[in-house]
């Protein structure tokens, strides 16, 4: 039994015609009835009655369909399940950032557009100093972390960490002028 045969017999059975059926399914008419025939030897069973006028499913048609659909719709949702995990449009991401990234403009406009590209993957955010993050990637409780690491931090010798610069920035000390400095 092949899986084109299941969902054969299940347009057919749905139309009613095997010509309407072969349309649906872009078949060619004569190729989609070798088929349904060449299953319903090696299942032993006549799974339509046929005359010149109408299709009928037969009792055991009407088992087989019964199964045949359910297992259609799970191949169905195996395949779009597949094609999700590929395609990383689901899943989970555990991201943790320091306040001082969180409360920056960039950061909810960068999480608002990558929600909108890939609506079905949940980010979890929360903020965290930024001596907490290297050990918590280590220890697989985050996916990713945005914050300042030392550089022993990024780069211990047993489990090193792959970091990329985001960006740089000036730090000043602004004083009054007539400040003592």
Same mark, same amino acid.
Not at 22 to 41: D, K, T, Y
Not at 56 to 69: H, I, K, Y
Not at 100 to 124: I, M, N, Q, Y
């Given at each position: 039994?092949?899986?084109?045969?299941?969902?054969?017999?299940?347009?057919?059975?749905?139309?009613?015609?095997?010509?309407?059926?072969?349309?649906?399914?872009?078949?060619?008419?004569?190729?989609?009835?070798?088929?349904?025939?060449?299953?319903?030897?090696?299942?032993?069973?006549?799974?339509?009655?046929?005359?010149?006028?109408?299709?009928?499913?037969?009792?055991?048609?009407?088992?087989?369909?019964?199964?045949?659909?359910?297992?259609?719709?799970?191949?169905?949702?195996?395949?779009?399940?597949?094609?999700?995990?590929?395609?990383?449009?689901?899943?989970?991401?555990?991201?943790?950032?320091?306040?001082?990234?969180?409360?920056?403009?960039?950061?909810?406009?960068?999480?608002?557009?990558?929600?909108?590209?890939?609506?079905?993957? &949940?980010?979890?955010?929360?903020?965290?100093?930024?001596?907490?993050?290297?050990?918590?990637?280590?220890?697989?409780?985050?996916?990713?972390?945005?914050?300042?690491?030392?550089?022993?931090?990024?780069?211990? &010798?047993?489990?090193?960490?792959?970091?990329?610069?985001?960006?740089?920035? &000036?730090?000043?000390?602004?004083?009054?002028?007539?400040?003592?400095?």
């Amino acid at each position: 039994m092949e899986l084109r045969q299941v969902r054969y017999v299940e347009a057919v059975a749905r139309h009613l015609n095997f010509t309407r059926a072969a349309e649906e399914l872009f078949v060619a008419q004569p190729a989609l009835s070798l088929q349904i025939q060449r299953l319903e030897a090696e299942l032993g069973v006549p799974l339509f009655e046929r005359t010149t006028r109408q299709v009928q499913l037969t009792d055991a048609g009407r088992t087989f369909l019964d199964s045949a659909q359910r297992l259609l719709a799970e191949v169905d949702d195996l395949d779009v399940r597949l094609r999700d995990i590929t395609d990383a449009s689901v899943g989970r991401v555990r991201l943790a950032a320091q306040q001082s990234v969180t409360a920056c403009g960039a950061l909810p406009a960068l999480l608002a557009e990558f929600k909108s590209a890939r609506p079905g993957v &949940d980010v979890v955010l929360c903020e965290e100093p930024a001596s907490n993050t290297a050990s918590l990637l280590r220890q697989g409780r985050l996916d990713l972390a945005l914050a300042q690491l030392d550089d022993a931090d990024a780069t211990p &010798d047993s489990e090193r960490l792959d970091a990329e610069s985001l960006y740089q920035e &000036d730090v000043v000390l602004a004083v009054a002028t007539d400040h003592p400095c």
